[in-house]
């Protein structure tokens, strides 16, 4: 905490009065980058007009352009989600469970409605979904090596948002074939 303390030019009692641990530093940290996504779930009443289609690609347009505002968000959830901790738990209850099961209410019922394939196990596909839209964060040095892409160009953000939902949209429309 004293680190903390001298790069924000503070005196370190003053942070101990404000946060009593690093953890709660850091809930407080993630609270604040965090808190852009917890009006975005509030606002997903809207999608209720909308058929799970149309309602997932507003999900995954809206969490790429949260992804867009808030670079380290993709790579600290990366960091922190590899082990079981107090952390993990925290963030998924708070932040991540909600995103999903809103997710995950779509996919069932596109799949009840015959929209979407059903013999995709929905955790899979609510993860998938995540995890695609994430991607592109979490690779900005690498795309910007082997592609000269930047990933945090509005252009380039459109066209993996674009790419993100066709593809990931067409793979989960029943078609009626098979």
């Known amino acids: 905490m004293s680190a903390v303390a001298r790069s924000a030019g503070v005196a370190q009692p003053l942070m101990h009065y404000y946060f009593t641990s690093k953890d709660d530093l850091w809930r407080a940290a993630i609270s604040k980058a965090f808190s852009e996504m917890l009006v975005q779930q509030e606002l997903n009443h809207e999608l209720q007009e909308l058929d799970p289609i149309s ?3 507003v999900l995954i347009r809206r969490h790429i352009s949260f992804l867009t505002r808030h670079p380290n968000v993709a790579p600290l959830l990366a960091s922190e989600s590899q082990f079981a901790t107090d952390r ?3 963030l998924c209850d708070t932040y991540i ?5 809103h997710l995950a209410k779509l996919i069932k019922l596109g799949q009840q409605e015959g929209r979407i394939r059903d013999d995709l196990p929905i955790p899979f596909v609510a993860r998938f979904i995540i995890g ?4 592109f964060f979490m ?5 910007q090596r ?5 990933t945090t160009d509005a252009t380039a953000v459109e066209t993996y948002t674009r790419t993100t939902i066709d593809l990931t ?3 989960l429309l029943n078609t009626g074939q098979g």
């Open 55 to 57: 309602a997932l690609q």
């Open 146 to 150: 082997m592609y000269g892409i930047d």
């Open 132 to 135: 695609s839209a994430t991607a």
């Open 139 to 143: 690779t900005g040095a690498l795309m």
């Open 169 to 171: 949209l067409e793979g």
């Open 97 to 101: 469970a909600p995103l999903e099961e």
């Open 88 to 90: 993990v738990n925290w």
